[in-house]
C-alpha cells in the first residue's frame, strides 16, 4: 500500500508532483485563491497559493516568493511543469477555487474578486481559461489535489465537501 | 432556545484562569505607560514565564550574538515592547490552544487566528499612526476569547447550524438568533471577570461593530476589527465563522478617505503582517511550543 503523503502549499508557496498517493492541499483560503494545475497525461499536478493580484507592489518580494502574486504565481507554476517535460498548454487542465469576499455595504475592499480576475487575465494571456471554478461568497475553502486521480476536492467547515 | 445565558456564569468560572502575572501584563501593556524595571519585575517572580521567554529571546529569530541570561538584559537588548509581547505570547498560547469543536476547528486555529489578528490590528494602529499600538496587539490576542465558551453552546445546536449558515449574512447575528447571545458579549464578561481593563472588555465586544462603541475607543477597536478581517482573509481563521462577518462602515469609511488604501497600502501591509506572523511561528516553534 502506498503511504499518502500530504504536500501543504502555505501562502505564496507552489507545490507540484507526480509521485503517487501525494495530495497537495491549501488550507482555509479566504480571499486568496488556489489555482490548480492538472497535467492528466504526465500524471503531474501542481497548485499555487495566490495572495494578491498584482506583483508590482513588491517587486523584492516576487523575486524571493513570486507565488504570492496572481501574476508572477501563475508563471511561476507553468515554468515548473515545463520543468518537468509539460510544455503544451493542452495538456493542462486548471481549477481555481477561493477568492472569498469580505462583506461591506457598497462592494468596497473585494481583495477575492481582484485576486480571481487577476489570475484569469494571467491565463487568458497564456492562452487559457479555467475549466472548474468554485470562487467567490463568504466563506472559507480548504482545496486539494489528488495526484492519483487528479481529483480536486474542496471543503468548507459547515458546509461538507465538494468535488470541483 | 435553551437558556443559554444561565449557564455563563458557571462556564466563565471553568474557563483555566490566566495567572495573576498575565494579568497585570495585559494591565500594564492596556496602561502603555509601563516602566522597563516593573516590567522585568514581574516576568521574573514566574519562573516558568522567565525561562520561555530567555527561551524565545536566545532563538535564532533574534540573532542575538550572545545569550541572553536575564529579564532586564533582554529588555535592553530588544526593548520593553518586544519582551512584553514575547511574554503576552508566551502565557496566552497556552489559554487560547483549546478545540473549538463548535466552529469545528482544531485546537490551534484559535491561537494561530489570535496571533495573526493581534499582529495585524498593531500594523494597522501603526499605519494609522495611533501610540496605543501595544494596546491593539493585546486587545488582538484577546479579542475572540468568548469563542471558549460559545464554542460549547453551538455544539449542542449543531442540527440548527445548517439553517443558521443558509441565511447568514454575519455570524454574529447567527449566534445572536441560535443562542440568545455571541462571543463578543460572552467574551466582555470572561474579560470583566478576569477584571481586565476597560479597554479590553471595550475592543472584545465590540470588535466586529466598532461603530457602535464609545467614540473614544473607536480607532483602536478599528485596528483588531480589521486585524481580525485580515487575519480570516489570509486564511488563519476558526473555522465555521470565517469571513462570514461583514466590514463595519467606520472601516470603509476608513478606506473611503484613503484612495491609496486598497490598491497600495493593504497589499504592502498583508506582507508585512504575514512576514512577522511566520517569525512569531518560528519563535514558538523555537522553544519547543507549540506548531501555530
Known sequence: ?164 | MKNYLEKIPKMIQSIPAISGNTLALIDLIGKGDYKTNDLAKMIETDITLSSRCLQMVNSPVFALKSQVGSIKRAVVLLGATTVANIALQTVLSKALSKNLTGYQCSSDELWKHSLMAAIAARRVAGEMKLECKDTAYAAGLLHDIGKLIISEFLVEEADHIQEALSDMHDFLGSEESLLGTDHAQVGSLIAESWRLPEVFRMVILHHHRPSDAPEAFQNLILCVHLGDIFAMMAGTGTGLDTMSYPLDPLAEKFMKNDVAWELQKFPKLLLDIDVEYQEAVALTNGIGGRDV
Not at chain 1, 513588491?58 to 501574476?71: L, M, N, Q
Not at chain 1, 493542462?92 to 472569498?100: E, V
Open chain 1, 1 to 164: 500500500m502506498i503511504n499518502k503523503q500530504i504536500l501543504m502549499v502555505g501562502l505564496g508557496h507552489i507545490q507540484v508532483s507526480k509521485t503517487p498517493g501525494t495530495i497537495i492541499k491549501a488550507m482555509a483560503l479566504g480571499s486568496c485563491v488556489g489555482l490548480v494545475v492538472i497535467a492528466p497525461r504526465y500524471r503531474t499536478v501542481g497548485m499555487v497559493h495566490i495572495v494578491l493580484p498584482d506583483s508590482k507592489i513588491d517587486k523584492d518580494r516576487a523575486s524571493i516568493t513570486p507565488g504570492y502574486f496572481a501574476d508572477t504565481g501563475i508563471q511561476a507554476l507553468m515554468d515548473e511543469f515545463k520543468k518537468r517535460g509539460v510544455h503544451n498548454r493542452r495538456d493542462m487542465i486548471i481549477k481555481i477555487a477561493g477568492g472569498a469576499r469580505v462583506m461591506a455595504a457598497n462592494n468596497s475592499f473585494d481583495i477575492g474578486k481582484r485576486n480571481v480576475l487577476a489570475s484569469k487575465k494571467q491565463l487568458w494571456q497564456c492562452q487559457m481559461a479555467p475549466l472548474a471554478e468554485d470562487i467567490g461568497a463568504s466563506y472559507s475553502r480548504t482545496m486539494w489535489v489528488e495526484v492519483d486521480t487528479g481529483r480536486v476536492f474542496i471543503e468548507s467547515p459547515g458546509r461538507g465537501r465538494w468535488e470541483l
